[in-house]
């Protein structure tokens, strides 16, 4: 309930301006040259902060320059939280787990579909975006189902001039956003965990990360509690420093012998 509400109120905080939904404004102050932690869509209207995979690309497109602010503050929170930043300060990390809540039949994710985001990051964020003649940011423009949920629907609703102009790239991203709305619901955090660009960057610092889950082996009694509660199906006696462990604590909360802290 705990990790709940401080998702809650990190939604709240990097989007406060919820207004902006009925008029379709965006905000453009001084603030939005800052980053958010989390997945977060510059263009959605009720947002403050930027999106720190979006602005890795546009500074990447804008003449093949490095945003050494955008990765240093990826890095430095990495190296602070870690994938703890996906389990309690991500926007669409709370709405993927709302989605898995609907009762549906529920499936495993392949150890090896895992991968595909460190290959987004690396194409479609650190490459793309520098190679292509018009340096477009295209994580955000051909895939991203954040941007498409959280700023393409809300603008089209409230700007009639945007309707006009729709064609095949729009219907690629509902296509990829209905799609992964439907994953979400049968498989818990899909995009998350395979498809997350950002989740790339932090689970590679999760193993080094300030925030840490502690396993204490002499303390372990081999309940297999932790590995039947783990939403990520990962074994928390073996996987602790997992790249894909979220630090959601569900493991923690179920451990008899505080083995797990």
């Known amino acids: 309930m705990k990790r709940r509400l401080i998702q809650l109120a990190a939604t709240i905080l990097t989007n406060p301006h919820a207004a902006n939904f009925l008029n379709g404004r965006l905000y453009r102050g ?8 989390g997945l977060n869509c510059w263009s959605c209207p009720a947002a403050t902060l930027s999106c720190p995979i979006g602005a ?6 804008a003449g ?3 945003s050494f602010y955008a990765a240093g503050f990826t890095l430095l929170i990495g190296l602070f939280f870690g994938r703890a930043v996906c389990g309690f300060l991500c926007p669409f990390g709370l ?21 595909v985001k460190y290959f987004l ?7 793309l975006p520098v190679a292509t003649k018009f340096g477009e940011p295209t994580f955000c423009e051909y895939i991203c189902p954040a941007g498409t949920l959280e700023a393409g629907l809300p603008l089209i609703a409230t700007h009639e001039e945007f309707r006009g102009v729709l064609g095949n790239l729009f219907a690629l991203k509902i296509s990829v956003l209905l799609a992964v709305i ?11 965990r395979v498809m997350c660009p950002l989740g790339a960057i932090y689970g590679l610092l999760n193993k080094y990360s300030f925030y840490q889950i502690n396993y204490a082996a002499d303390k372990c009694v081999a ?4 590995k039947k509660n783990c939403p990520l ?24 012998t505080r083995a797990l802290n």
């Open 30 to 37: 001084e603030l939005k040259n800052f980053c958010a932690p």
């Open 56 to 61: 890795l690309q546009a500074v990447g497109g």
């Open 64 to 66: 093949g320059k490095f």
């Open 95 to 115: 709405i993927q787990e709302l989605l898995n809540k609907i009762p549906s039949p529920k499936i495993s994710l392949p150890r090896k579909l895992l991968r």
């Open 121 to 127: 990051l690396i194409v479609f964020v650190l490459i």
């Open 182 to 192: 439907f994953l979400c619901v049968v498989a818990h955090r899909f995009f998350c």
């Open 223 to 226: 309940c297999g509690r932790c």
């Open 233 to 256: 199906e990962l074994d928390p006696t073996k996987d602790f420093s997992s790249a894909e462990c979220v630090r959601c604590g569900r493991c923690k909360k179920v451990c008899p």
